[in-house]
């Protein structure tokens, strides 16, 4: 078991900055895979990076060049820096842990853990 925290959510104008930070507890944290998704109202969850338990890197399409995951295994920790941010990044953002190994799944099912979710919300 794992329990996930987010944290570093708010309001920000189009074209700046937030680092979101998930801090995890319980089972060694090196072990997962780690993900971040975000759902916007009315939307889909929807993939954004995922990091795996040897530092690989895949993005999702609304990242990609603005975005950068990262995982620090002393401090439990996965952070995720957006920048360049626009309004439709405007969602709120999950932290995610798998025990897979080998592959990048980008679907929420195979994500067996969960934090509460944080809000970022960008203005126009």
């Known amino acids: 078991q794992v329990q996930l925290v987010e944290s570093g959510g708010g309001l920000v104008q189009t074209g700046g900055s937030l680092k979101l930070t998930c801090a995890a507890s319980?089972?060694?944290?090196?072990?997962?895979?780690m993900a971040w998704f975000r759902q916007a109202p009315g939307k889909e969850r929807e993939f954004v990076a995922a990091?795996?338990?040897?530092?690989?890197?895949w993005y999702g399409d609304p990242g990609k060049g603005r975005f950068t995951i990262a995982r620090d295994n002393i401090k439990s920790t996965l952070y995720l820096q957006m920048n360049r941010l626009k309004p439709e990044d405007t969602a709120l953002y999950y932290c995610?842990?798998?025990?897979?190994?080998?592959?990048?799944?980008?679907?929420?099912?195979?994500?067996?853990?969960w934090g509460q979710g944080t809000q970022v919300t960008v203005s126009s």
């Open positions: 995610a842990a798998s025990q897979v190994s080998g592959t990048v799944p980008t679907t929420r099912n195979a994500y067996g853990y």
């Open positions: 319980g089972r060694t944290f090196s072990s997962y895979l």
């Open positions: 990091v795996s338990q040897s530092d690989g890197v």
